[in-house]
């Protein structure tokens, strides 16, 4: 099956700081992937998703996202943060030719220090 | 716009207790889905339907049992709740294909004690 590892449950940084949120899945056919946020007390949003048109997605909020096949990588990265990206990151992950299970990683908690 | 809401949005219940969780959606969608959210444990996927009259399980169905009746509605039910069952559960919606985005409802926290 079909799953997503994010390294780190907790990412500090300070603001204007870069951030980096790391994810990896398990597949030698890359999948459909995703970044979703979510902030306090609130269902989750899409950031951004993978679409094979390019290896560099751009998403809301000045995210982005880099795939690396060889790698099996998604990471998440923003040049700088700012206090209102304090939120919960999950990396999730569709199989190649299925639109019905989206697989979530764990999560990860990022806090913007001032 | 609506979206995905979710009823209710807080519930407390004893073990052994039933409720039903309703999801609608105003988007048409045909896939529909259940979570549980837990700390550390990110989203698993507790039910799934992907369309009118048909349901499947998840990762974590056990305990847990869903209706589709109409296309805008998927009910979760709990028939004997339990202390594992404590947890924030989101419903979502989405249409067919790969790169479809999965709208979220607000979610509904439920506390078994």
């Known amino acids: 099956a079909q799953s997503v590892t994010q390294l780190g449950s907790h990412v500090s940084v300070s603001e204007g700081a870069l951030v980096l949120l790391r994810c990896n899945y398990s597949s030698s056919v890359p999948p459909y992937l995703f970044w979703y946020v979510q902030y306090p007390n609130q269902g989750l949003q899409l950031l951004l998703k993978y679409t094979s048109a390019a290896t560099l997605v751009k998403g809301i909020n000045g995210f982005e996202a880099e795939f690396k096949k060889s790698e099996t990588s998604f990471h998440l990265t923003k040049p700088s943060a700012h206090m209102s990206d304090a939120a919960e990151y999950f990396c999730?992950?569709?199989?190649?030719?299925?639109?019905?299970?989206?697989?979530f990683g764990s999560g990860t908690q990022l806090t913007v220090l001032p | 716009n609506a979206g995905v809401t979710q009823t209710p949005k807080f519930r407390v219940l004893k073990t052994g207790q039933s409720m039903t969780l309703l999801c609608a959606q105003d988007m048409n969608h045909e896939y529909m889905y259940w979570y549980r959210q837990d700390p550390g444990m990110g989203l698993r996927l507790i039910h799934y339907?992907?369309?009118?009259?048909?349901?499947a399980k998840g990762e974590v169905p056990d305990g847990y049992n869903v209706s589709r009746l109409k296309k805008q509605n998927f009910l979760l039910g709990l028939e004997s709740a339990a202390p594992s069952q404590t947890s924030v559960y989101f419903c979502?919606?989405?249409?067919?294909?790969?790169?479809?985005?999965?709208?979220f409802g607000q979610g509904t926290r439920l506390t078994v004690v």
């Open positions: 979502a919606s989405s249409t067919t294909g790969g790169l479809a985005e999965a709208f």
């Open positions: 999730a992950v569709r199989p190649e030719g299925s639109a019905r299970q989206l697989t």
């Open positions: 339907s992907v369309g009118e009259g048909t349901t």
